[in-house]
């Protein structure tokens, strides 16, 4: 029994520590019971995007067509479903299928733009528009897909068969416990980035990595695993040295720096005492050493040499010019933490002056900028919002953005970061200044948070952010219309977050503090419909994404969506569509 436990643990160590798949346990005889194995480390997948195949299959449909062919043929399928794969596998026990092992999504390789646009056309009937919000999205659960490059695609095929065995099985077998330990250290470790071991190396405690390293060694498992002799000294930060070009095709460049990172971490692992790893979205992390037998000055050129391999590696494979940045070099064995930090500042002054690569000594003392320097001048576009100087607050923007490329190094999603939390203080700004009570809910503008989450693009958000401080600055400046203008930002915010709540025009003119008319004309003059159409219309938009997952029945989804019945949900459905649900890409499953 617990060599049984045994195997599962380790299986279950690689899906949390490499794959990053879900896994589940499925009855023969209950097909609709998917146990959670391991659980879904994805909030957003692409197939919540799917619409019926060109089989006319639905999601569900699929997944059983799926079950039926491995509960006959007693073999584990790999199917390929849009160009995404899962896994199929049957728990055998006297020659007959009592259970199946599932595992996806998963991708073979990275796809290109062109590929995923495709997709999508054949999907919705329609070639994305630029900018689709719906598209991006899809984009961004499509990059957040694990990669499973062939090797390790059937290293997880073997592993999931394993596993099937183990759970049918009443004995466990040592032979398998081996098994899965080498497919962990000779196929998933040489092929994945482990999840954690960065993370854990480069953390803000610098007590975690002086206890794990006390002996100033290297553990078992890391040298297994990781492939280290050696405790790594430096860490360096690898960017596109062109990656912010106004010009660029972003999600383009972000869908190769996917394929940079599944690719180079292989080839950096080849190399000794060096192990690599995503940094974001948008680079490579990498931890080095060099001989500890070398004098300080001839160890830092021997580091240079090895960042010098990526850079020139990179190139040549996928023609993209990388800058680099190094951080300082520590003892072996000693906290990482000021070598990858250093690093990240390096990054941006590498960036900033269009070096090739920069070493964290060798940035300019003057340089030098804390955290503490950015909050001030976040800080000052608050307060200059407040004070209803528009001059002021040009100038003040200008700065503030300024600092936040030096301190983002042009990285789209530090950016967003910086961006969003100072937007939220304006934000709070400006409702202390108006003359009505806001409810809680209008503190932040989803509108906002939803368009700069579909961008890649740092002059777009740049854009955007300079077009919502407008905005404030227009509300504080108009007193007269201050009441009409928040009331109705306000109602459609409540009405996004409380649409499958009863609602009347009544109760949310009363909840913003506005009358019914001012409400009602207001929704209208800015959407064109009126109260109970904007809110079917959520409602149905709302229907229209559970019913396209094919997972649940007709009234369960009237009563996720906020309708009172499903006749009443079609009726909406149709009005709003101009079909049924079952026409409008949504799988209605009988009561």
Known sequence: MLRKFEIHYSVLNIFHHYTRLACYLVPEGQRDLWMHLVPFFHVDSPIDYETPGRDGLDRDAYNHRMFERVAQTLRTVCAERNGFYDFFVPVIRERRCIAFVVSGIVLKSVPDKESLMRRWEAWTGNRPAPGSGEFNLFLRAVLDTPVLPPETFRAHREMLE??????????????????????????????????????????????????????????????????????????????????????????????????????????????PDMVGAPLEDSGLLVALSADPAKAPRLARLEVRDKVRQVIQRVRKRYGVQMAAGVGVSVSPGEFLGPSFHGALDA?????????????????????????????????????????????????????????????????????????????????????????????????????????????????????????????????LSDPPKIKRKAGVRWARRFIEGHFREPLTLAQVAARVGVSTRTLGEGLFSETGMRFNELLRKKRAEEARRLLSRGQLTLSRVATESGFSSASYLVRSYKRVFKNTPRGGGGVVKTL
Request: net charge positive; charged share 25%.
């Open 162 to 271: 394993i596993l099937a065995a183990s759970v049918a099985d009443t004995a466990a077998s040592e032979r398998r416990l081996a098994r899965v330990d080498w497919l962990k250290n000779n196929v998933f470790a040489r092929n994945l980035p482990h999840v954690n071991w960065m993370k854990f190396v480069t953390s803000r405690s610098p007590k975690a990595s002086q206890l794990y390293w006390k002996s100033k060694e290297v553990t078992a498992w890391e040298r297994e695993e990781i492939g280290l002799r050696r405790p790594p000294t430096t860490i360096a930060a690898f960017a596109p040295a062109g990656s912010m070009d106004p010009e660029q095709d972003d999600w383009s460049s972000l869908l190769l720096m996917k394929r940079i990172q599944v690719e180079m971490f292989r080839t950096i692992r080849q190399w």
């Open 347 to 475: 990054l941006r002054w590498c960036l900033y002056q269009g070096k090739e690569a920069v070493f964290d000594e060798e940035q300019p003392a003057h340089k030098t900028a804390s955290f503490g320097d950015l909050r001030e001048l976040s800080n000052q576009v608050s307060e200059t919002l407040g004070q209803g100087n528009r001059a002021a607050l040009e100038l003040a923007v200008d700065r503030y953005l300024k600092a936040v490329l030096w301190f983002s190094g042009k990285r789209a999603e530090t950016v967003r970061l910086f961006l969003w939390h100072t937007l939220w203080d304006c934000r709070k700004k400006v409702e202390g200044l108006l003359p009505i009570e806001p409810p809680v809910e209008s503190r932040v503008d989803p509108g906002f948070e939803a368009e700069m989450n579909l961008s890649v693009s740092v002059p777009f958000m740049f854009r955007k952010f300079r077009g919502y401080l407008s905005d404030f600055a227009a509300l």
